[in-house]
C-alpha cells in the first residue's frame, strides 16, 4: 500500500541520490520538510529561486548532512545528496528496489 504519490530513487550524473516525487502536490512536499525536520532536526538553509520550469528550495542541513530541494518540470519535487554523508541518508529512508545499480 502507498501512503503517498510516486516515488524515484536515483543516482544521477552527479554520482548522489535524488529522490523524487513527480505527481506530489506542494501540501505532500511540506508534510515532507515537516519529518525531516521533526523526525531528523534538519533546517531550512537558503532561499527560493524561481524560473520558469524550475524552483530551487531551502535546503535541508544539520548533523552533517545537506540536501538539495526543489521542483522542476520534469521531476516534480526533489530532495537531491550534495555529499557521501546525506548520500546514507536518502539511502537509509528511501531504499531504491532492488536489482538496480548502487
Known sequence: MCLGPERF????SNGHLMVSWPDAGSEFFALVGMWLRFRHGLRRDGQRVESLDDILLPDFVGDGV??????????????????????????????????LTP
Not at 9 to 12: D, L, N, T
Not at 66 to 94: E, I, M, T
Open 66 to 99: 545537506r540536501l538539495s530541494a526543489g521542483w522542476s518540470n520534469w521531476d516534480g519535487y526533489y530532495l537531491l545528496a550534495v555529499d557521501d554523508a546525506a548520500d546514507r541518508f536518502l539511502g537509509q529512508w528511501f531504499p531504491r528496489p532492488s536489482g
Open 9 to 12: 530513487v536515483e543516482r544521477i
